[in-house]
């Protein structure tokens, strides 16, 4: 293949600046998958693992957009901006909700003074005291559209967005909002603005995203294979976060009656089982087998101790960076979506 040819590369969008982009560019070289941008003043970046990708550097919101119409393959991005703006394509899929960073919260929040207001019922109720005195409840926010879902389900219907591009925590204390709609991560610029959360405020729960438009796949046998790869060390990785690897000789007659007694502990069943070679000894001595299997980390000392238990010496144990499972399942899902119609 030719990767000179425009149409033939992947364009795959990631955050250009802030937390969020710093956090994507440690996440993918934790997959095997690093992100160069030798010139920082420049908007393109390359992956030298994946020759196939040109890596595109964007604002998160044009990272959405982009990738609905079609003009960007593949994206990273906050699920709350995947919901709020993404909502009218159809061309428009989340590939793997849950990356593993970025984690927010889109909450209700309203002045700390306000004693008799903690939950979202108390706010319904303020609402409706607010109509019947002609009134509306103003909420300021960057999400409209999640907001003005959210307060719908929750029966309140009387209500007015206020547009918020700014620091939406100031707007109760300019006087432009009554209460408000943000992200959050801690609480911490909440609770400095003179905010609180309330109970069953929580509107959604994000985190990254990565986003891809079917359409543009769908055409392109050759960039499913790429999008294939960067899902199975996505999913390797964060498969092998749990697992650590445990290598320990043990004493024995043969193979057999070592993995029955290495497997009589649960914890030391190992994914498919353990794998057990006999032990070459420099003085020549028989009857010891290394035993090698893939453990959850929970387990580590129960596995020791059941180790121990049975004679064994020289226990080390490894980190796993990928476990990869019979296929990729975010794939397999994604080729569902990219032939629905």
Same mark, same amino acid.
């Given at each position: ?5 425009? &149409?033939?590369?992947? !364009?795959?969008? @990631?955050? #250009? ?8 560019? !440690? ?13 920082? !003043? ?16 964007? !604002?998160?919101? $044009? ?7 079609? #003009?960007? $393959? ?38 700390? =003074? ?12 303020? &609402?409706?005291?607010?109509? +019947? ?6 909420? &300021? ?20 967005? /206020? ?14 909002? $009554? ?15 003179? %905010? *609180? ?19 543009? %796949?769908?055409?392109?046998?050759? *960039? ?5 790869? /960067? ?5 390797? +990785?964060? +498969? ?21 007694? @290495? ?41 020791? $101790? =059941?180790? +121990?238990? /049975? ?31």
């Amino acid at each position: 293949m030719d990767c000179g040819d425009n &149409a033939l590369m992947l !364009r795959f969008a @990631v955050p #250009s600046k802030g937390a969020l982009a710093d956090d994507t560019f !440690r996440f993918f070289e934790s997959c095997g998958l690093k992100i160069s941008r030798p010139n920082p !003043r420049r908007y393109t970046a390359s992956i030298k693992a994946l020759p196939e990708v040109e890596v595109l550097l964007n !604002r998160v919101p $044009d990272i959405v957009e982009k990738v609905a119409e079609g #003009s960007i $393959d593949l994206g990273v991005s906050g699920y709350d901006l995947v919901e709020e703006l993404g909502g009218e394509s159809d061309d428009l899929v989340v590939v793997y909700k849950d990356l593993g960073f970025g984690y927010c919260d889109l909450v209700l929040a309203v002045p700390d =003074h306000w004693i008799d207001v903690t939950s979202w019922r108390d706010v319904a109720d303020l &609402a409706a005291e607010y109509a +019947r005195s002609g009134r509306q409840l103003r909420i &300021a926010t960057k999400f409209p559209n999640l907001v003005r879902q959210w307060c719908h389900q929750q029966g309140i219907n009387v209500f007015a967005l /206020i547009d918020s591009q700014g620091a939406t925590e100031a707007a109760p204390s300019l006087g432009y909002a $009554d209460i408000i709609a943000d992200l959050t991560a801690t609480g911490t610029t909440l609770r400095d603005n003179h %905010l *609180k959360m309330i109970q069953g405020g929580t509107i959604l729960q994000a985190q990254a995203a990565l986003i891809a438009n079917r359409r543009s %796949l769908r055409e392109s046998s050759q *960039k499913q294979r790429v999008v294939q790869s /960067i899902l199975e060390l996505i999913e390797a +990785r964060h +498969r092998a976060k749990t697992y650590v690897s445990l290598i320990a000789n043990v004493p024995g007659a043969d193979v057999a009656d070592v993995g029955a007694r @290495v497997v009589a502990h649960p914890a030391l069943a190992g994914l498919q089982g353990p794998t057990v070679s006999p032990v070459w000894s420099r003085d020549g001595g028989e009857g010891w087998y290394a035993v090698s299997l893939v453990v959850d980390s929970a387990n580590i000392l129960p596995a020791i $101790d =059941h180790l +121990r238990s /049975i004679g064994s010496s020289g226990i080390t144990v490894l980190p796993v960076h990928y476990v990869f499972a019979e296929r990729s399942q975010s794939f397999a899902a994604l080729s569902e979506l990219m032939h629905k119609s």
